[in-house]
Nanobody, 127 residues
Framework: QVQLVETGGGLVQAGSPLRLSCVASGLTFSRYAMAWFRQGPGEVRDFVAA????????DDGDSVGGRVTVSRDNDRKTVYLQMTDLKPEDTAVYFC????????????????????WGQGTQVTIPS
């Protein structure tokens, strides 16, 4: 079955960088657009960033103020989220998600468009 496993979260000092990884299995990774979302305590799940099937198109979102870069390695079936200058308001569970797409499909920020989800990795930035 399809599995997405996020790693790289933890307790991080404000101002630090952090890279999250998500390894996929059970699917043809190169046929899926990949995205990162996050959900803070008591909040809805927010879009963070997405990357197209081949990695040529990115949507780095608005919620993290230009401090993220999303990338992927199709050979490793892995998508990454690089974040810089972390702030306490970035504290959340970060999820990766997969969406089967055709090559020319537009990027989407809607959670309903993503069929597969990981279990999430907690990122905590104390104030």
């Amino acid at each position: 079955q399809v599995q997405l496993v996020e790693t790289g979260g933890g307790l991080v000092q404000a101002g630090s960088p952090l890279r999250l990884s998500c390894v996929a299995s059970g699917l043809t990774f190169s046929r899926y657009a990949m995205a990162w979302f996050r959900q803070g305590p008591g909040e809805v799940r927010d879009f963070v960033a997405a990357v197209s099937r081949g990695g040529g198109n990115n949507d780095d979102g608005d919620s993290v103020g230009g401090r993220v870069t999303v990338s992927r390695d199709n050979d490793r079936k892995t998508v990454y989220l690089q974040m810089t200058d972390l702030k306490p308001e970035d504290t959340a569970v970060y999820f990766c998600a997969a969406r089967h797409t055709i090559l020319t499909a537009p990027m989407t920020r809607d959670t309903r468009d993503y069929a597969y989800w990981g279990q999430g990795t907690q990122v905590t930035i104390p104030s």
